[in-house]
């Protein structure tokens, strides 16, 4: 089937994505809403977009690239807000709750992404040399960052290794917001991010030394 003349690509466009490669991707959003991404075939995504199938092959090379894709746009957006929101926070301690928090509650609004994430792309080892998979590492990186500046100010623990820690943080997150994902429960981001920080809080921090503490 021909691609339709509005999505052929010319000279001097803007860069902007090509509107039939959003409702595409809108699409498969939809459709995860209401079942399994193994469920979902081609022309299911055609028909919910409003194109035919061979603009689908123009943009996306298979099933599983379209599903990377949709994961990557939603986690780049979110990465970008998290950046610009941890600029206004200081100290290691309240940028960790804050990108907790922050984290919890973009799973809580978006389960679609939260389901990919967890439950289908984890699975297939394509997924750990994808473009997505390297802002999930941008994303861990930032939470490395935040503990190495806790202990190079004497906020964090310096006997804790920084990387164990990180693992800390994103498993606690993760097992904490999993049943809710699976079952679709609420997740309650402040109160799942104050019981985090209270049980991850109380052995990271720095205690005072003798000499400080008579000062």
């Known amino acids: 089937m021909p691609i339709p003349p509005q999505e052929q690509e010319r000279p001097g466009e803007s860069t902007s994505p090509p509107p039939g490669r959003l409702k595409i991707m809108d699409a498969l959003r939809a459709l995860l809403r ?7 075939t081609w022309s299911d ?9 061979a603009l689908i092959y123009k943009y996306f090379k298979d099933s599983r690239n379209l599903l990377h894709e949709v994961l990557k746009e939603s986690l780049s957006r979110f990465v970008r807000r998290l950046n610009r929101d941890l600029k206004g926070v200081q100290g290691a301690r ?19 992404f939260a389901k990919i994430l ?11 040399r994808s473009e997505t998979y390297r802002i999930v590492q941008e994303y861990a990186g930032m939470i490395l960052g935040i503990i190495d500046e806790g202990i190079r100010k004497g906020e964090l623990r310096r006997d804790i290794p920084p990387k164990l820690l990180r693992q800390v943080v994103l498993g606690a997150m993760e097992h904490a917001v999993l049943p809710g994902i699976i079952f679709d429960k609420p997740l309650r981001p402040d109160q799942t991010t104050e019981a985090l920080c209270r049980i ?16």
């Open 118 to 128: 967890f439950l289908e792309v984890r699975n297939f080892p394509g997924y750990f």
């Open 34 to 40: 209401e079942k399994e991404f193994s469920a979902i």
């Open 94 to 112: 309240n940028k960790l709750r804050k990108l907790i928090w922050s984290t919890i509650d973009m799973y809580d609004s978006e389960r679609v």
């Open 45 to 53: 995504i055609a028909r919910t977009a409003g194109v035919n199938e």
């Open 200 to 215: 991850i809080f109380e052995d990271i921090l720095a205690r005072p030394s003798n000499r400080q503490q008579g000062h």
